[in-house]
């Protein structure tokens, strides 16, 4: 069954993690990396765990959708498992996905439960975007004894059905960083095809290792996530409602900044500096991309 599925991982600086994931994939399942401009040991690593791989290497850092869509352009199986380097995978856990896909026909993603390194359920499903404020916790906090229709599924680790991606298209090139899933999860719904949360499949996420934190890469998380959420708004309800959405959360964010600088709270500054700056730039059409205050990492 799982000879039917290649999976693809995107690597940047991924040496703390990728050999977890390498040796937890069944052996027969065709692999393919991509890797962003990695500076580490990471394509060493997957030389000597997976020398069978294909490994697409870029000499600079696309963000993850992009390279997402290099992998899945490469796939010539049916389904295409998407896993992040710091996930850990079982056989079953694949095979539950495949069966799902059988079983469902019609759907196009499948996704697995996640569990953190202390084996405690995370999020790994929810309501879209603009109701998340009011179900997001409700949403995601329940655990079904069975399959589910669900509105979002985490991109961290998910099955594909190539038929259905290349209907509806690969990852959205404008988007560099975070929101690439809610983007795919939403136009695969509206082009009729279900997300399936697989309950009988689950998987182990240890969030983080892909990159080694600090001050810059604390700044490109949050300027992309402010932009990437901006952007998404623009995209699926107008150019006036993003621009007003990004209105306000930057001088939201700016404000909290400013106030977390008072009390000499620069992490939580930084981070809402970048929120805002990533909002505006939104709003000014700036496009988003690896940024030169991160160009080390």
Request: proline content about 4%; overall charge positive; hydrophobic content about 45%.
């Amino acid at each position: 069954m799982t000879a039917r599925t290649t999976v693809i991982t995107i690597t940047h600086n991924g040496g703390l993690v990728i050999g977890g994931l390498l040796k937890s994939l069944p052996a027969d399942l065709p692999l393919i990396v991509v890797d962003n401009a990695s500076q580490d040991d990471t394509l060493d690593i997957v030389a000597k765990l997976r020398p069978d791989a294909k490994v697409i290497r870029n000499s600079k850092g696309l963000g993850y959708g992009a390279a997402a869509s290099q992998g899945l352009g490469a796939v010539e199986t049916e389904f295409a498992l998407l896993a992040n380097p710091d996930s850990l995978m079982t056989a079953d856990a694949v095979n539950a996905l495949v069966h799902a896909a059988d079983l469902y026909p019609e759907a196009a993603m499948f996704g697995p439960i996640h569990k953190d390194g202390n084996g405690h359920i995370e999020p790994s499903h929810n309501v879209e975007i603009w109701k998340r404020n009011i179900f997001g916790k409700l949403a995601y906090n329940i655990v079904p004894e069975g399959p589910i229709c669900v509105e979002f599924l985490s991109g961290a680790v998910n099955l594909v059905r190539m038929e259905v991606m290349r209907k509806v298209g690969f990852y959205d090139p404008e988007i560099y960083l975070y929101y690439e899933d809610d983007d795919m999860c939403v136009r695969v719904r509206r082009a009729g095809h279900p997300l399936i949360l697989v309950a009988s499949s689950v998987v182990t996420h240890l969030n983080g290792g892909s990159v080694r934190p600090n001050k810059a890469y604390y700044w490109e998380k949050f300027w992309n996530i402010a932009w990437s959420r901006i952007y998404f708004e623009s995209k699926y309800k107008g150019r006036l409602a993003g621009m007003c959405l990004g209105t306000k959360h930057a001088l939201r964010f700016a404000g909290k900044a400013l106030l977390y600088g008072v009390t000499f709270n620069r992490k939580k500054g930084w981070r809402d500096l970048a929120r805002s700056v990533g909002s505006l730039a939104a709003v000014l059409g700036v496009r988003a991309s690896k940024l030169p205050r991160t160009a080390k990492n």
